[in-house]
């Protein structure tokens, strides 16, 4: 298990630093321009220890109303938030805004840490204490343990580090055993290093040498080097903070930039369209509307977007609802990822949503039952939020190796659910997977188009495949066809035959109308003897059935007709007493030309070229040169 992510949170000049200091003498303000003014702008970070054996590391984040963005991405990844209020002077309206944006994010634990209680009466503290559980009251981090400190005198650190402890041992993790996913926080060059990235390891684990990929660019790398919170390292796991330097297109420092996402698997795709249920915050005084620019946060990105309500109604304070978001710029996303939302003007976090659909089909308005399997996306049990994620990809299906991303489930999860979706009738390709709801309508798809082409035609002995493909929608992905197809014969509702499939039991007969049909095919191929009409040239009531080849190729069968050439049929009597009478009267002569056939078949020349190949190819007659001989009999 990697290192627990330990954020700070809170107002400018509530000693967030100071306090980091306190707790593991490290100095987070790392750039001159903090040291001059006193104040984070970067993120810093930092590394505890604490007796349990347990290791923090410690993302200082920005306090000012500035960087609300810079601490946006600071909290992203985080385990455990400490909260930063100033024993001086209460909780201020930074502190609410660090809060919403925590609680948006989805942060399953919180400590808060009075700072500078030296410097306050009793009394005043137990004022400050009250505001801050009424700051909790009515979110997750109620009741949260609140720890009075002093950085200067080194007051409470020991109960807030137990503090942390316990929230720790709470804290959910992500697992090793994932998709790797490290959103960078800040991207530098050191001399003779090259390009180094740095984020906290989201999911999956880092190896030093690993071809891995910096997206949106789409740019190839390879792993230099690892260090993990400041050790060089082999390899690094979900939830350290890593340091990676960077080799190939993506160590260029001019391509790669803070924002960007590094990743192993190559089935992470760059997104310009997010599918979230948003909800307002509760004291906002803005309305989401349609249409409306918003700042969107997604780990360490920021990227502008278009929203697009999915519902009637705009959504107000407190309101939660369905939107897509149009991005201005792509950026990696997966289910379940928390995002936060600002105004575009002026700029204040207004809500925050969760990823249902990372590149999902453009909606513009959902019914009940896409809501339904919207919500299970995010609320159901591991095998329903995969069965919800294939049913919403509909005909297109989902590539086999994204159903982490669009499950939000690790890859074997993924597999295991996949397993007991199989079992309940979802379709698996040989790069795609379509779900349950997708895998029925296809199979009635199939097995009607089947039943109807059988009925239309019943002479056939199998229905070519490529028929029943056609009977599937424009917009089906290539492999849905074959992959029902498959599933049918192997249940045993379909039969593979002769190039084709039909249903069990299936027999080739004749109904009255086709009788009647074959009979007046027959007398129309041999009413003229060797010079039959073909197939075009057919009288119309027979050349428009939609069974006339069917109809040709039992006569064919039964052998009363013989193909001479492509669209010409002769009646086999006809062919074999004409191939008597070439023998008998032409047999021993060499280079016959067509006058001496013509004379012994009595046709024309439209009809005398297809018999000379037709009998060339039984060797009745042999092609030398101009002539032909016909041989002994």
Known sequence: ???????????????????????????????????????????????????????????DVPGHEAFVRAMVAGATGMHVVLLVVAADEGVMPQTREHLAIIQLLGVSELVVALTKCDAVEPDWLELVEADVDELLEGTPYRGASCVATSAARGTGLDALVEALEGAAERARRAEEED??????DRVFTIQGTGTVVTGTLWSGSLDTGAKVRVLPEDLGARVRSLQVHGKGAERAVAGDRVAVALTGEGGDRALVRRGATLVASPEWRPTWMLTARVEMLGDTAWLLEHNQRVHVHLGTAEVLARVALLEREPLG?????????????PLVARAGD????????????????????PNPAKRTRI????????????????????????????????RRGALAIVSGLTPSRAEEALGRLVSNGALVGPSRVFGVGVAARARSVAGAAVEAAQAQDALRPAVPLSEVRGAFPAWAHDEVANATLGSLTQRGELEATDGGVRTPGFVATMTPDQERASQALLSALTVEGLAPPLVEELPEGLRQRADLRSLVRRLESIGEIRSVADGLYVSTRELDAAAARIRAELGGRTGLGP???????????????????????????????????????
């Open 317 to 329: 304070a407190g309101v939660r609802g369905w939107v897509q978001l149009r991005l201005e710029e």
């Open 595 to 633: 006058a001496e056939f013509r004379d012994v078949l009595s046709v024309t020349r439209k009809h005398l070229i297809p018999l000379l190949n037709y009998f060339d190819g039984l060797g009745v007659t042999v092609r030398q040169g101009e002539g032909r001989d016909v041989p002994a009999a």
């Open 338 to 357: 928390r995002l936060v939302l600002r105004a575009y003007s002026p700029v204040t976090t207004i809500g925050g949503g969760v990823v249902a659909e």
């Open 179 to 184: 998709l790797a996913r490290l959103p960078l």
């Open 1 to 59: 298990m990697g290192s627990v992510i330990l954020g700070t949170a809170g107002h400018i000049d509530h000693g967030k630093t100071s306090l980091v200091r306190a707790l593991t003498g490290t100095d987070t303000d790392r750039l001159k321009e903090e040291k001059e003014r006193g104040i984070t702008i970067e993120l810093g970070f930092a590394e505890l220890a604490t007796p349990r054996g347990l290791h923090f590391g410690v993302v």
């Open 367 to 398: 019914d009940d039952d896409a809501r339904w399997l919207l919500d299970r996306t995010l609320d159901g049990s591991e095998e329903e939020r995969l069965a919800a994620a294939l049913d919403l990809a509909g005909w297109e299906g989902v």
